[in-house]
């Protein structure tokens, strides 16, 4: 089968990164000796990186196309995994073969070259810079969550909370409003008590009760989450967000309000309907997502559930993205603050895939392959 040059160089980097299965060097091996085309574009890729014509990769190379393909074979590669090899190799590929082009600049892939100490560094910054999972009720009391990272019980006066590593259950028959708060650099999972789950995303919250005592069950969000709501057909589900509201019976998806004035809810199962502030609807099938701007209608668009829901996993996709915003969004990935130098990175933008884990091997990468010097300074981490 003929293979175009970015699965070409995608062979490539898996091959040099030690990530390519034996099953796969076998067949690595097999297309180098019968297929001419295959080993000509792979020789002039081995050629090019011998001579560092990086220039070359980023003239010749489609950053979305190889980000595709890259793609493609983690999820491929994962679904015939069991899970313990699941999680071994999100993290194998998404260290050894993540692909960013710099527009203008080099399409380059992060192996491991780390420094021990710089590693260390990252990480203690990372530590120390996080806060803490934090719920607050409606009586003023504040738990940290974070103090119970194995699994324990908590009990309180109203409730009994059930918690291990990242994840919250509860057994309570009160029905006031509780918040919890979700810090940068963390994610959590919480079971409401109709059971339903739902995953928050880094800095975000969601007010809800203990135990729903109405018709419907309502909670507020800001920042993102990922809801599998349980079917009660006689109780809809109802998602505030800070501009619209999603009513569901039960279903699957993802709402998004960390862009000022906008929220994205893109629909993975059932159906739904998000509605305005303003009284503007819009029907959702599974598939599609609804962007909406405050003072405009909704945008209907079909999207990518790999990429809208990745970050469940640790893995952030990005398509094109300038990278000032890029800085503000992996500050909140890894709880760390990024600033970048302004004139190295202006007018340039980035597409590739982030693992959520991996902040000491991040910068690293990018100071080894893409000369980028990194210092911190307080709480502030400078890229140059």
Same mark, same amino acid.
């Given at each position: 089968m003929k293979q175009s040059h970015e699965?070409?160089?995608?062979?490539?980097?898996?091959?040099?990164?030690?990530?390519?299965?034996?099953e796969e060097n076998a067949e690595l091996e097999e297309m180098l000796?019968?297929?001419? /085309?295959?080993?000509?574009?792979?020789?002039?890729?081995?050629?090019?990186? +011998? !001579? $560092? #014509?990086?220039?070359?990769?980023?003239?010749t190379l489609n950053p979305d196309e190889g980000l595709q393909d890259l793609k493609e074979r983690m999820l491929q590669r994962t679904r015939q995994e069991n899970r313990p090899q699941r999680f071994r190799l999100y993290r194998a590929i998404a260290a050894a073969a993540v692909l960013i082009l710099i527009a203008g600049a080099t399409w380059f892939t992060f192996f491991r070259n780390a420094n021990v100490s710089k590693e260390q560094a990252a990480n203690l910054a990372q530590q120390q810079q996080q806060q803490p999972v934090q719920l607050a009720l409606a009586n003023g009391q504040s738990i940290n969550l974070d103090q119970a990272? /194995?699994?324990?019980?908590?009990?309180?006066?109203?409730?009994?909370?059930? +918690? !291990? $590593? #990242?994840?919250?259950?509860?057994?309570?028959?009160?029905?006031?409003t509780n918040t919890l708060s979700v810090p940068a650099g963390k994610t959590y999972?919480?079971?409401?008590?109709?059971?339903?789950?739902?995953?928050?995303?880094a800095v975000s919250r969601i007010r809800f009760p203990f135990r729903f005592h109405s018709g419907t069950r309502e909670v507020f969000v800001e920042g993102e989450a990922y809801f599998k709501v349980a079917k009660q057909p006689s109780h809809p589900f109802i998602v505030h967000?800070?501009?619209?509201?999603?009513?569901?019976?039960?279903?699957?998806?993802?709402?998004?309000?960390?862009?000022?004035?906008?929220?994205?809810?893109?629909?993975?199962?059932?159906?739904?309907?998000?509605?305005?502030?303003? #009284?503007?609807?819009?029907?959702?099938?599974?598939?599609?997502?609804?962007?909406?701007?405050?003072?405009?209608?909704?945008?209907?668009?079909?999207?990518?559930?790999?990429?809208?829901?990745?970050?469940?996993?640790?893995?952030?996709?990005?398509?094109?993205?300038?990278?000032?915003?890029?800085?503000?969004?992996?500050?909140?990935?890894?709880g760390i603050n990024f600033i970048l130098d302004r004139n190295k990175f202006s007018?340039?933008?980035?597409?590739?895939?982030v693992d959520r884990n991996k902040l000491a091997d991040f910068l690293s990468d990018l100071e080894t392959i893409a000369h980028i010097s990194y210092h911190f300074s307080g709480n502030d981490l400078y890229l140059k």
């Open positions: 699965q070409v160089l995608q062979w490539f980097l898996e091959k040099q990164a030690g990530s390519l299965s034996p000796a019968k297929d001419p /085309a295959f080993q000509e574009a792979w020789n002039a890729i081995v050629a090019d990186a +011998t !001579a $560092a #014509g990086t220039q070359h990769f980023a003239d990272a /194995a699994q324990s019980t908590i009990q309180l006066t109203n409730a009994t909370l059930q +918690t !291990a $590593a #990242g994840s919250l259950q509860y057994n309570s028959e009160d029905t006031t999972k919480l079971e409401l008590s109709d059971g339903t789950v739902v995953w928050l995303n967000t800070p501009l619209t509201d999603v009513r569901v019976l039960g279903t699957v998806f993802n709402v998004n309000s960390y862009a000022p004035q906008q929220v994205r809810t893109a629909l993975v199962e059932g159906s739904v309907i998000t509605t305005s502030k303003n #009284g503007k609807e819009q029907l959702l099938r599974p598939g599609q997502e609804a962007a909406f701007d405050a003072g405009k209608d909704f945008q209907l668009s079909d999207f990518d559930a790999d990429e809208v829901t990745g970050w469940i996993n640790g893995l952030y996709y990005f398509h094109n993205m300038p990278a000032d915003e890029l800085a503000r969004i992996a500050s909140r990935i890894y007018g340039k933008s980035i597409t590739g895939v």
